[in-house]
């Protein structure tokens, strides 16, 4: 190790990459490996997982145009990467099939590949129907540096660290796009020093951020050192390039501390989810704003915040649809939240619209009693009001429903579930008012009144949630377990919950399937989101 360097510096470039969009990724790359270069005069820069095309590209992956704008991109690395060595991400056609790849670009050639060995297929991956997995060690000279390669899941699972290091790895990068939800950061950490056990070496970490349709990635990126230790994070749900310092000796490579950004509290980093999210899906689909409906609860004002956050007052536009049944407070309320956050927003009564809905379908109320049909008749009429202010003015329209209306249908198809996205889609309604008091801390812009009323959907007179559902408090704990957790209706029965509550619960869950295959993506922030994690049949005998 004579001629070993004293020190090496790697970036770690926690990026946000827009899936599909090669060519974009490859500029975006070139960028950051110049000022890798130039800035911090970086020996090696790494790059999170399927850099080039963004993750997950999911189907895309099976489209040979897609697949056949791999080679000219890497083309494109090799002739302007020049000064620095680059770990970049990307999928590779090889003669036994497609593989998820990292590939070295040094000095204007393919220095290294690495085909990623452990391929997820649980909760939100499924990487099996596109990828056949790796099985060697990959590892690469870098400025006299022996640098091990790995991708995501092959730092969770045995094997391939302890493979690099025998194979003569002095430091092990790791490739990633590992998707947030709460607490996720602790995990990867400990994950990093299992492994680190098996290698005896450090591993720097290095993980997408941004948000893809219903995933977020959040960042994170983090170095631990031989011991386990770790000795450097970088800030969450940012962009960046973050430089790290190792020092090489005859007793190997030992990372330099480095700052460690702390790991956001549960609604800090729930919120700043959700805002990154919207922020995403509003600007990489070309939306110019949004608009959403807010009627003065709980959820529509939580849903303003996140909007503003995300985007700006400028780009956030309100409707007010106060029905018959509406409370003069809701109005108030409902002013005073747009009022502070700076946003437009249009009084538009829905009063003779519900008129002329009823007037219209005499021939099929006259004789019955009000129910359910009318109340869901005054969501509709919203429904439609939002949906043209959308047409006319391209806006986003953001449903404002949350995980626990989601999970038993407290919602109404094509009336409040109408629209293109829904931030707290994953958001039980406890944590709801939990991130409302954490964002008001920041600054008072949900009233107080409107944390503190019984929440309502006023389609009727007096209503309450209540009236439908058990106490929220009860309802999430049940969801939790029986939705998040997978545990049955005996044993939430056997944890202290009442035996008719978890046998009603677990029926509207099932009994609403079909209204959540029809509901807008949303932010997935918990390990078992409605959708991509949690896939159930509409047409089932399954009953508990």
């Not at 399927?50 to 040979?64: A, F, K, M, Q, S």
């Not at 391929?119 to 997995?133: A, C, G, M, Q």
Request: hydrophobic letters at 40%.
């Amino acid at each position: 190790m004579s001629d070993a360097p004293s020190s090496f510096r790697v970036v770690m470039a926690q990026l946000d990459f827009l899936v599909g969009d090669v060519v974009g990724n490859v500029d975006k790359i070139v960028t950051a490996a110049v000022e890798a270069r130039d800035r911090w005069q970086a020996d090696l820069i790494v790059f999170p997982e399927l850099t080039l095309t963004g993750y997950p590209p999911e189907d895309l992956l099976l489209r040979p145009s897609f697949i056949g704008q791999i080679d000219p991109a890497l083309q494109r690395l090799r002739q302007e990467i020049q000064g620095i060595a680059a770990i970049v991400g990307c999928p590779l056609s090889t003669p036994g099939g497609l593989r998820n790849a990292a590939v070295v670009v040094n000095q204007g050639e393919i220095q290294a590949r690495y085909f990623k060995q452990w391929l997820p297929n649980y909760s939100v991956f499924d990487e099996k129907r596109y990828f056949i997995p790796g099985k060697d060690a990959a590892v690469a000279d870098i400025a006299g540096v022996r640098v091990g390669i790995t991708i995501c899941e092959d730092v969770w699972l045995p094997g391939p660290v302890a493979q690099a290091a025998q194979a003569g790895a002095q430091l092990l990068v790791n490739l990633n796009a590992s998707p947030y939800h709460a607490g996720k950061g602790e995990q990867r950490l400990t994950a990093l020093q299992h492994r680190v056990r098996e290698g005896h070496i450090p591993i720097v970490y290095v993980n997408l951020v941004g948000g893809q349709d219903e995933l977020v990635f959040d960042g994170g990126s983090l170095v631990v050192n031989a011991a386990g230790t770790l000795t450097q994070r970088a800030p969450f749900f940012t962009e960046g390039l973050y430089p790290v310092d190792i020092q090489i000796s005859a007793q190997g490579a030992i990372p330099i501390p480095g700052e460690v950004v702390d790991e956001p509290g549960a609604e800090e980093g729930i919120y700043q989810a959700l805002v990154l999210g919207v922020r995403d899906y509003v600007n990489k689909n070309g939306f110019p704003g949004i608009v959403l409906g807010l009627s003065g609860g709980i959820d529509s004002a939580l849903t303003l915040a996140i909007a503003v956050d995300a985007l700006g007052p400028d780009r956030v536009e309100a409707l007010l649809m106060p029905s018959r049944y509406t409370a003069d407070m809701s109005n108030t309320d409902a002013q005073q939240e747009a009022e502070a956050l700076g946003v437009k927003y249009d009084l538009m009564p829905i009063e003779p619209a519900f008129r002329a809905f009823l007037e219209i379908l005499q021939p099929v109320l006259a004789g019955r009693p009000p129910d359910t049909t009318e109340e869901n008749l005054q969501a509709r009429c919203r429904g439609v009001l939002l949906m043209a202010a959308s047409n006319k003015t391209g806006k986003l329209v953001l449903t404002t429903g949350n995980k626990s209306e989601t999970a038993v249908g407290y919602s109404t198809l094509y009336g409040d579930m109408a629209g293109g996205f829904a931030p707290i889609k994953d958001v039980l309604k406890t944590m709801v008012y939990r991130l409302s008091v954490w964002r008001n801390r920041q600054s008072p812009v949900i009233p107080q009144r409107v944390l503190d009323r019984p929440p309502s959907a006023e389609l009727r007179p007096d209503q309450t949630d209540q009236d439908s559902l058990p106490p929220y408090d009860v309802l999430d704990a049940i969801l939790h377990g029986y939705v998040e957790e997978d545990r049955s209706v005996e044993e939430l029965v056997a944890a202290g919950f009442d035996h008719a509550v978890v046998e009603r619960v677990a029926r509207l869950v099932i009994l609403n399937e079909y209204k959540r295959r029809q509901a807008a993506p949303g932010i997935r922030i918990t390990p078992r989101a409605f959708g991509r994690d949690r896939r159930y049949p509409i047409t089932s005998g399954f009953r508990r």
